[in-house]
C-alpha cells in the first residue's frame, strides 16, 4: 500500500484481556519495527523484523507480549493479560533499508481499564 | 547505548519567528538521522532524513544539519506558523542498534 496501515485505531480492553494490533506496511518493505509511546514521551522500541524473522526483540517488556510477521508482510503484536500499565500508543514502522528513513503509521491506542 | 537528548522540551514563540530545535546523540556512529512531527492523537509523519555523510537536509522552510562528530543535529524552521505547532522528535539509526533510537522531543507552540 500507499503508506503504513495499523488496526484498530483506537482499542479499549478490559484488564486480564488479550489483545491483538495488526500491522500492514508499505509493499515491498523487508523490515517492520514496532514501537509504544507514553504520553509525553519519545517512541521505545519493542521489536524489529527483517523478512518474517525477529532479528531484535530485546524490547519486548515481557512474555506477555509477542509479535508475528509469518509471509513478511504484516505483522500482528499480541499482548496476553494485558495490565493498566500497558496503556499506550503502538507504533508501527516499515523501512526499506538501512539507508532508507522509516515510515510510520498512525498508530493504535491502547487503553486498558 | 545510544541515547538521543532533545533541548528544549518545550518551546513557546511567538509568530513569525525563526527558531531552533536541538538534538544530541551520544555515539556518532550512526547510518542516518531522521527529523519527524507529531500532532496531538496521531502518527509520526517524517519531516527530514539525513544520511551520516550529508551535514545538511532541506524542504520548504525547514533545514535540518547535521555534524556527526560532535554527536548534534539542529533543526531550524524559518517564518513559524501556527499550524507549525506539534511536537518535534529526532531520531538516530545506528548499525548496532539496527534500530531508530528517539529523543523525548520538543513540544513547540506558536502563537497567532
Known amino acids: 500500500g500507499a503508506g503504513v496501515s495499523q488496526t484498530p485505531s483506537n482499542k479499549v480492553t478490559e484488564k486480564g484481556k488479550y489483545v491483538e494490533l495488526r500491522c500492514d506496511p508499505i509493499?515491498?518493505?523487508?523490515?517492520l519495527y514496532w514501537y509504544r509511546q507514553s504520553l509525553g514521551q519519545g517512541p521505545e522500541f519493542l521489536i524489529y523484523?527483517?523478512?518474517?524473522?525477529?532479528?531484535?526483540d530485546s524490547g519486548l517488556p515481557n512474555d506477555r507480549f509477542f509479535a508475528v510477521r509469518p509471509e513478511g508482510s504484516v505483522s500482528t503484536l499480541k499482548i496476553q493479560r494485558t495490565e493498566r500499565g500497558d496503556s499506550a500508543v503502538y507504533l508501527c514502522a516499515s523501512s526499506s533499508g538501512q539507508g532508507g528513513g522509516y515510515t510510520f503509521g498512525s498508530g493504535t491506542r491502547l487503553t486498558v481499564v | 547505548k545510544q541515547e538521543v537528548t532533545q533541548i528544549p522540551a518545550a518551546l513557546s514563540v511567538p509568530e513569525g519567528e525563526n527558531l531552533v530545535l536541538n538534538c544530541s546523540f551520544t555515539?556518532?556512529?550512526?547510518?542516518?538521522l531522521q527529523w519527524f512531527r507529531q500532532d496531538p492523537g496521531k502518527g509520526l509523519t517524517s519531516l527530514l532524513l539525513i544520511q551520516s555523510s550529508q551535514r545538511e537536509q532541506t524542504s520548504g522552510r525547514l533545514n535540518a544539519s547535521l555534524d556527526k562528530s560532535s554527536g548534534r543535529s539542529t533543526l531550524y524552521i524559518a517564518a513559524s506558523q501556527p499550524g507549525d505547532s506539534a511536537t518535534y522528535l529526532c531520531?538516530?539509526?545506528?548499525?548496532?542498534?539496527?534500530?531508530?533510537?528517539f529523543g523525548q522531543g520538543t513540544r513547540l507552540t506558536i502563537n497567532p
Open positions: 555515539d556518532s556512529a550512526i547510518y542516518n
Open positions: 531520531a538516530v539509526y545506528s548499525p548496532g542498534a539496527q534500530k531508530l533510537v
Open positions: 523484523f527483517q523478512g518474517t524473522g525477529a532479528a531484535d
Open positions: 509493499s515491498g518493505h523487508t523490515a
